[in-house]
């Protein structure tokens, strides 16, 4: 079955710097999404990668998939309080079948 | 992006009681729910997938006859915990997938906004 491993565990920054999460996985990614979640609630879709070396952006959160398809990270640019929550990566598909599969999360903090 | 919606969003019961958990796709057909369960500070655990008009698939080690699952319509999959246990506490979040029209590579999961349970 696929795994996806996500890094860092937890981040705490201070607002205004940048910071990236990375999620790899073990087998090749044919769509990968990262969502984001803020303590208690549901899940915030973000952004769903499909081509290798493909990078979205929404307002100042940017993703890439790798060219290889194992690995995507997420980048936030001059982070700011709103941001704090935890990070997701998931992968919907396997080949041809659809399994959902998630990362453990990366836990965010954004110091004032 | 599309919207899924739970309910209710928090509920308490006693020990022994059922409790039914409903997610509505709103603006777009699901033929396939996910429902997950998550606890404090950890990431999401597949609890079972439900398709419309069948049977519900569980994963191993979830009691298909604690948590009843049923799809019966495109937009609406219910959960029931039945018999509900002080160890069935919870944040049980459940998910819609919306087809693309590149295959199931394209498929979006949207999540609703979680339901927390306790039961005393």
């Known amino acids: 079955s696929q795994e996806l491993e996500q890094s860092p565990q937890s981040l705490i920054v201070q607002e205004g710097k940048n910071l990236t999460i990375n999620c790899t996985s073990s087998?090749?990614?044919?769509?990968l999404y990262w969502y984001k979640q803020k303590y208690g609630e549901g899940l915030i879709f973000l952004m769903m990668?499909?081509?290798?070396?493909e990078e979205k952006s929404h307002e100042k959160i940017t993703a890439k998939l790798d060219e290889k398809k194992q690995q995507s990270s997420l980048h936030i640019t001059a982070s700011q309080p709103s941001h704090a929550g935890i990070y997701l990566c998931?992968?919907?598909?396997?080949?041809?079948?659809?399994?959902?599969?998630f990362g453990r999360g990366t836990s965010l903090i954004v110091h004032p | 992006g599309a919207v899924v919606s739970q309910h209710p969003s928090r509920v308490i019961c006693k020990s022994g009681t059922s409790v039914k958990i409903e997610c509505r796709s709103l603006?777009?057909?699901?033929?396939?729910m996910f429902w997950y369960r998550q606890f404090p500070k950890q990431s999401l655990m597949l609890m079972a997938t439900s398709n419309e008009g069948s049977k519900a698939t569980y994963e191993q080690g979830v009691e298909k006859d604690k948590f009843l699952i049923n799809h019966a319509s495109l937009t609406l999959s219910t959960l029931t915990v039945t018999s509900a246990h002080p160890e069935d506490s919870s944040f049980y979040i459940c998910?819609?997938?919306?087809?693309?029209?590149?295959?199931?590579?394209?498929?979006?999961?949207?999540f609703g906004p979680g339901t927390r349970l306790t039961v005393l």
């Open positions: 603006d777009f057909q699901a033929t396939t």
């Open positions: 990668l499909q081509k290798g070396g």
């Open positions: 087998k090749t990614l044919y769509g």
């Open positions: 998931g992968a919907g598909s396997s080949g041809g079948s659809y399994i959902p599969t």
């Open positions: 998910s819609a997938r919306e087809a693309g029209s590149g295959g199931p590579s394209t498929d979006t999961q949207y």
